[in-house]
């Protein structure tokens, strides 16, 4: 970072230089640079505007147009020399153009501020964002239902309180996740709707004198309206907050995910394989193979959650209009937008690398009594209470674990010590299969069912 002309856009007022310190304190450069192909898109959709309403001569409107594309190109090429000096992204442009076009630069800056151009460049930016994080959250749903379509009837045991519950089909125990990534993907695509509003033409908080068209800049920049408040445009930040919460519920989900994948390549479950490409060894026993991309994945969504709580406080209790507390915004923001997409990416390849042990799933579902409940329920079809039922199940469960077998594997005559209604036709409805197939209604776990959620998520997703 170079320090060039020591005097700041602002300094006329000042009887003495800031503190260096100060400078080092207050400067944004180091990471809002990241937004500088979008203070440029800005900028050029404003002078454009300029010139239309008659602020801005043709020739000023050139020079314009002719130093932005040099600076985009040094941005690019990373040539561009940003000064700390020159506080944040938006002088350190406007101060380069000045250098390459004179004064057409210093005309730029009639009729706005830094306050409605910074809310403009991180909406501008984040609108992007979202569309990329839609876009990897509907690659990684095809993914799940690849995997899901694989498995509609592998029978693993379901769980609540993890203990084993009932059988049910891998493939919807996947397809559950399917449905919650469909909501986030919802929930972004509606964030994006208040995140593309247009706050330029609120400038530093009470709008401007100059006759500017604010619904031409919207549409030179893709906004679907502008921001109808120019107070609460150049200082809400509620849709930072509002991508940050859907984010964090991506992340929550996919926590809960990681749990299980963890909890199921374990050793003690044996029901899946990692691939080899997201998991580590020890540096000290030699056996291991570490589930490290979930353990992260887990551990980076504290990271989110952590991110949504700091700009919630950031945001409480400032009075109207910008506050420089805003320019914290960006940080969290950024850094939820990389470590969601890199964990979609991860994600979606990772599902991609499982390998499933159809035979551990089946043993711990045979070996759980999952099926008690499909006995209770054959009972109640025969006439009993379901609570009479449920009492001589749990007899039947009793003695079948001091025999150590299944409830499948009792012989006719002793189930029938639990009730005289059991007859031949039970030991189709004990197997785990006869559980799957008789749960046969939309969001049931029956492998028809499951097939026919898969069908539907592929024409929704068009995959
Ligand atoms: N760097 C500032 C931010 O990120 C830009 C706006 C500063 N405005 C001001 N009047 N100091 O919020």
Redesign the pocket.
């Known amino acids: 970072m170079q320090d060039q002309n020591p005097a700041q856009a602002?300094s006329g007022r000042f009887n003495e230089p800031v503190a260096e310190l100060v400078k080092r304190y207050t400067?944004?450069?180091e990471f809002?640079r990241r937004l500088a192909e979008c203070d440029i898109q800005g900028s050029l959709a404003h002078a454009l505007m300029l010139n239309a309403v008659g602020i801005l001569n043709a020739d000023d409107l050139s020079a314009i147009q002719r130093g932005m594309a040099q600076i985009l190109a040094e941005v690019r090429n990373d040539q561009f020399v940003w000064s700390l000096d020159a506080?944040?992204?938006?002088l350190n442009i406007e101060k380069r153009l000045t250098s390459l076009v004179g004064d057409a630069g210093k005309r730029l800056h009639t009729a706005r501020?830094?306050?409605d151009?910074?809310?403009t460049d991180?909406r501008l930016w984040l609108r992007a964002e979202i569309d990329a994080l839609v876009a990897l959250v509907k690659n990684l749903q095809g993914a799940l239902l690849d995997l899901a379509e694989q498995h509609a009837d592998t029978v693993m045991p379901g769980f609540t309180h993890l203990q084993v519950a009932q059988p049910v089909a891998f493939g919807h125990h996947l397809m559950a996740y399917y449905e919650m990534l469909k909501r986030d993907g919802e929930r972004l695509q509606d964030c994006r709707k208040r995140v593309n509003r247009l706050p330029l033409g609120a400038a530093?908080l009470a709008g401007t004198s100059y006759p500017i068209d604010r619904e031409m800049v919207a549409r030179e920049l893709g906004f679907d309206g502008v921001c109808e408040n120019s107070l609460d445009a150049v200082s809400d930040r509620d849709f930072a907050i509002e991508f940050t919460a859907s984010a964090a519920l991506v992340m929550t989900h996919l926590s809960r995910l990681s749990e299980e994948l963890i909890l199921w390549m374990s050793p003690r479950f044996g029901f899946i394989d990692i691939a080899d490409r997201f998991c580590t060894g020890s540096s000290i026993m030699p056996q291991k193979k570490n589930p490290d991309v979930p353990e992260l994945v887990r551990g980076k969504t504290g990271r989110i959650n952590g991110h949504l709580v700091a700009l919630l406080t950031l945001m409480k209790s400032q009075p109207l209009a910008?506050n420089?507390d805003?320019?914290e915004?960006?940080e969290p923001l950024f850094d939820t937008v990389d470590t969601l997409n890199a964990t979609l990416r991860i994600y979606a390849d990772m599902i991609g690398g499982i390998t499933v042990n159809k035979d551990a799933m089946r043993q711990a579902a045979f070996q759980g009594y999952a099926t008690a409940t499909d006995l209770a329920d054959y009972l109640v079809k025969k006439g009993l209470p379901f609570r009479d039922a449920h009492e001589a199940v749990a007899r039947a469960v009793r003695h079948a674990e001091s025999r150590k077998c299944d409830l499948s594997e009792l012989p006719l005559d002793e189930l029938r010590q639990f009730s005289p209604l059991i007859e031949a036709d039970i030991f189709a409805v004990l197997t785990l299969e006869g559980s799957l197939n008789s749960r046969n209604h939309i969001g049931g776990t029956a492998p028809e069912q499951v097939r026919k959620a898969i069908h539907k998520a592929r024409q929704a997703l068009g995959k």
Do not use: I, L
């Open positions: 602002w400067a944004s450069v809002d506080e944040d992204v938006h501020s830094r306050n151009q910074v809310a991180v530093a910008y420089k805003n320019q915004d960006k």
